[in-house]
């Protein structure tokens, strides 16, 4: 498949690898793609991203760096990979409202690193950035996941507690859900719970502040819940 | 030991039962309690609730339904079981300023009803009940904790999953935290993971969102989360 990664972080990087090595076609998106020797925040740089990717890349596989505009076109499936406090900016940048009917993955947490580490949380029971996302690009089919786990666990479930953990998506539109699942699953999830309309991302993104403080008190960032119902 | 309860709702009613079944000397506190007879959100009349921990007591153990005042005064170790936002008033009426040093067990949620079911979660990043609790009363030890999950979770975790998934602490007083941990292991709970300092408390009530969304998704309140790590 083609897809398209809104950013080039430590996400971006981490999903964009891992995408290649399953065989799809990535364009990452970046401010300026010809910076491709900058460090990047808990990342490499996006030269070195380029030379994994490429080493790892059989068949159709492949990754590139573009432009956020670049990668929106891209993709028949899309991931907002940027940090949430610039995703509605990066989205616009990336002309996200001109690319027709597509799956956007929103994996960004909006956070506040005004007052140092730990960030503070952002989201609420009525600030939700998914919801915002979606309101502004109706276009995409907005489905949010991915963001209640650091990025290792993200494509590597199975690296923590033999992958008996829960991921989350919510969104309005069933089949892009499902579709979303089956990307999770690809990755190696196995316990993918829908939490219902892109307004039910709220859960999601507020569970960063128990995030933050089981990855404070475990010490570790390979953490997750395990939904057990 | 003796307990003090503020609240006799659905949560103070499960809590006190239990705690009288363990052996414990239970005051419940009520604004009124002469209203033995009036219908509970959810739980019995406290008439009933006299009748069902009268026969479930043996020994030293025994429920009574007393003001608030009483009941603050009542016990070497208090829990606050009422609605969260009548919480700090409830407190005020039950003169927890002037019982001396106390731990206090913190239970409550922050819920916004006026929309209809379900309710709003008012707690974020910056709205933390259990921190007003404890600012309003420094001669309390608040330790939040069993907020995340259903009132028949709380007194039986062994009913879900065999017991293996996971309950909060988090407050300033080590020794406090300790105390409430070993209730919560006379309870059955296993896995006690202490998220830090009052402030963390936090992470706890606004997983409430998380939680009414799980509760939904999944059709049962019979539901928590483990945390895997």
Request: proline share 3%; charged share 20%; net charge positive.
């Amino acid at each position: 498949m083609k897809i398209g990664i809104i950013g080039s972080g430590v996400v971006a990087q981490t999903l964009g690898a891992k995408l290649v090595e399953l065989g799809h076609d990535v364009a990452l998106g970046t401010r300026d793609p010809a910076k491709l020797d900058d460090k990047k925040n808990m990342a490499g740089t996006l030269r070195e991203w380029l030379a994994t990717v490429g080493a790892s890349a059989k068949g159709e596989a492949k990754g590139k760096v573009v432009t956020f505009k670049d990668a929106a076109a891209h993709g028949e499936l899309l991931i907002n990979a940027t940090h949430g406090e610039a995703s509605i900016d990066a989205l616009k940048l990336a002309a996200a409202d001109k690319v027709g009917t597509k799956v956007l993955i929103d994996t960004a947490n909006e956070l506040d690193f005004s007052k140092g580490m730990p960030p503070g949380v952002l989201a609420s029971w009525t600030r939700c950035l998914a919801e915002r996302i979606q309101a502004a690009f109706p276009n995409l089919k907005v489905v949010k996941s991915l963001n209640t786990v650091g990025a290792p666990v993200m494509v590597a479930p199975q690296a923590l507690a033999g992958g008996e953990h829960t991921i989350f998506v919510a969104g309005n539109d069933a089949p892009a859900k499902a579709a979303v699942a089956e990307l999770l699953k690809s990755f190696g999830w196995k316990d993918v719970l829908d939490l219902g309309d892109v307004a039910a991302a709220r859960a999601a993104e507020m569970h960063m502040a128990m995030w933050l403080h089981m990855w404070r008190a475990t010490g570790t960032g390979m953490v997750n819940v395990k939904i057990v119902r």
